[in-house]
């Protein structure tokens, strides 16, 4: 079973930043593409970034592309989001996710999900 604990959350004003980390349990963490989605209230959940398991292949989001940073310490089982430059849209619940596919064009996610971290950006 791998469980995920996501961290690093918080209020932070219209262009700071914070870093996010997603724990994981199991020693399979290094074969798993990671991904990082975010849901804003009354919204969908949304892709936002994924690496694969050694870091060769990064995919972001184009809202984010040059102000949010995707990492990955396999000998740590950790994952890292750091976001610079935050608006106020970057407002949400951020997941993290291990195991995430690119299919048709679209990212999906797996079934092993964290129990998020907020983030919040005042104007």
């Known amino acids: 079973q791998v469980q995920l604990v996501e961290s690093g959350g918080g209020l932070v004003q219209a262009g700071g930043s914070l870093r996010l980390a997603c724990a994981v349990s199991?020693?399979?963490?290094?074969?798993?593409?990671m991904g990082w989605f975010r849901q804003a209230p009354g919204k969908e959940r949304e892709f936002v970034a994924a690496?694969?398991?050694?870091?060769?292949?990064?995919y972001y989001i184009n809202s984010v592309k040059g102000r949010f940073t995707i990492s990955r310490d396999n000998a740590k089982n950790t994952v890292y989001l750091q976001m610079n430059s935050l608006r106020p849209e970057d407002t949400a619940v951020y997941y993290c996710n291990a195991g995430v596919r690119f299919v048709n064009s679209k990212w999906y996610a797996s079934d092993y999900w964290g129990q998020g971290t907020q983030v919040t950006v005042s104007s």
């Open positions: 690496i694969n398991w050694n870091a060769g292949n990064i």
């Open positions: 199991g020693r399979t963490f290094s074969t798993y593409t």
